[in-house]
Every structure is written in C-alpha cells, then in structure tokens.
C-alpha cells in the first residue's frame, strides 16, 4: 500500500503483512469504503434522520449502528453503496462524502503521482520491531 501525504509531499510504503503487525487489517472492502466492519456483536436499526448534521450530498437512509460500547448515526447511499455520512448520536460529524462521481474510472485514476515526494518505507522501520 502506498499511502500519499498531499499536504506534506510524503510517500509512506507498508506491505500487508506489516499492516497485520500493527494491527491494522486491511481488506478490500475496507479499502473500496474507507471503513471497516464492525467486530463482535453489533445491532444496525433503521432511524430517522439525523438533521443536526445538515444534508448529504444524495439520498439516503439513515440507519442507528450500536456495537458494544459505541453508537453511530450512519446516512447510506444505496444508490452508491456507501456511507454519504456518519456521525455521533450528538451530531458530531466523523465522516463525511463531499462529492462523488460516478463516471467509470480511468487507468490514470490508478497512476501514482509522487514527483517530490519524500520516500518513507515503513516496511523497513516494522520489519525491525
């Protein structure tokens, strides 16, 4: 995974196996959402809307997500098959789709663009550990 830091101009490259090292577990579906599954025993209820937070960008329907000690407000796009907003119970925003295009992606979308860039492999620092 290569990970680009657009503010400071830096490179970060990690490998898999080093992500599970440190505890991060990386999937597909966690790549292609920017989210996780939640872990261990959790509850999704449909809800009203959470209107303290101001409108997603498209429809969506609001769903309560409950797992062990947390609780998520979470507005989801059927339509795009993501989450347009998540948010705490007293409104507190935690994520939130600015924009989204629905063209289909180039192979440029793919092209790493880091001319410039400081290089840090990560790999290196975690294989020592």
Known sequence: ???L????????DVDR???YRVGHFVDWFGMGHGLTRPSGPYELR????????GPAIADCRWYRLSN?????RICWSRAMGLPLLIATP????QWRVLEADSRPATSE????????FARNNANADINTD
Not at 68 to 72: M, V
Not at 109 to 116: A, L, N, P
């Open 68 to 72: 062990q000690d947390k609780d998520s």
């Open 1 to 3: 995974m290569a990970v």
């Open 17 to 19: 196996t080093n992500l």
């Open 90 to 93: 007293d409104g507190r925003v």
């Open 46 to 53: 449909q809800t009203a809307a959470l209107r303290s937070v």
């Open 109 to 116: 979308t793919f092209q790493i663009h880091d001319e410039g």
């Open 5 to 12: 830091d657009l503010r400071r101009k830096i490179r970060t």
